[in-house]
């Protein structure tokens, strides 16, 4: 089985939950200022959650790989620059399940990483729409998703190959990793499911179904599935999702 099942399998398995929050969040659409600071003070609140528990749970051979990529620091940055400088205040938000996430291995750790990780894609589109609508930049409110500029692909490209070594070629760590990915969509949905439209499906009701661990390796039936569109993949099993 290529390694790069796990990737493709991740992408299938949480198709449903990448469009909830999708749906959610409406990222690609204009918005007030106050929405957006309350988008970012979420992100915030996952993120200061979410990171330390990700870098501990790693080996030390993947620490300092892990440290280079975080962007926790940029959302904090942008809830301070709004407050400070357009007078938009931090909104409490409650990042409950980042806090209790299981990360118990690393398979658990990539499922994890490769919801936060594939999240990053969306700001090439959502960084030029906050410039338009708002005015916001990089070190103007915007530098969360603005993140790593043009570095963002190469950086997709290098977690994918990344996640496709430590996961490897073992259905049950791709299960596991599957699962994790899971729960850290439900994360960010039960997060962010107060700042759903009233006309978003799943913004009350959002479970999320897991399938059942089990210690022996399931069969090998995952497939590896074309993009969606034919074209070529350019280096990313997941559509840009705006998170």
């Not at 409406?26 to 200022?33: C, G, I, S, T, Y």
Request: net charge negative.
């Amino acid at each position: 089985m290529s390694s790069d099942i796990a990737l493709s399998e991740l992408r299938l398995t949480t198709r449903a939950e990448h469009d909830r929050i999708e749906q959610i969040l409406r990222l690609d659409e204009a918005m007030p200022l106050a929405r957006y600071g309350a988008i970012l003070s979420g992100f915030d609140a996952f993120l200061r959650a979410w990171e330390p528990r990700i870098h501990a749970a790693l080996p030390e051979r993947l620490q300092p790989w892990f440290r280079a990529r975080r962007r926790g620091g940029f959302a904090s940055a942008d809830v301070e620059w709004l407050r400070a400088v357009a007078g938009v205040p931090a909104v409490p938000m409650n990042a409950r399940l980042a806090a209790a996430l299981p990360l118990g291995d690393l398979a658990e750790v990539m499922g994890s990483l490769y919801v936060i990780e594939g999240s990053a894609l969306g700001g090439r589109v959502i960084a030029p729409l906050l410039k338009r609508s708002l005015g916001l930049d990089q070190g103007r409110g915007a530098s969360y998703f603005h993140g790593f500029g043009g570095e963002t692909g190469a950086m997709w490209a290098n977690f994918r190959l990344q996640a496709a070594l430590e996961i490897g070629d073992s259905p049950r760590h791709t299960l596991r990793a599957c699962q994790s990915a899971k729960r850290t969509f439900a994360a960010l949905i039960d997060l962010f499911g107060p700042l759903a439209p009233a006309s978003a499906p799943g913004s009350v009701d959002v479970p999320i179904d897991l399938p059942e661990a089990d210690d022996r390796d399931p069969p090998d039936t995952l497939v590896e599935l074309p993009l969606e569109d034919g074209g070529v993949d350019e280096g990313g099993d997941t559509l840009p999702v705006p998170l």
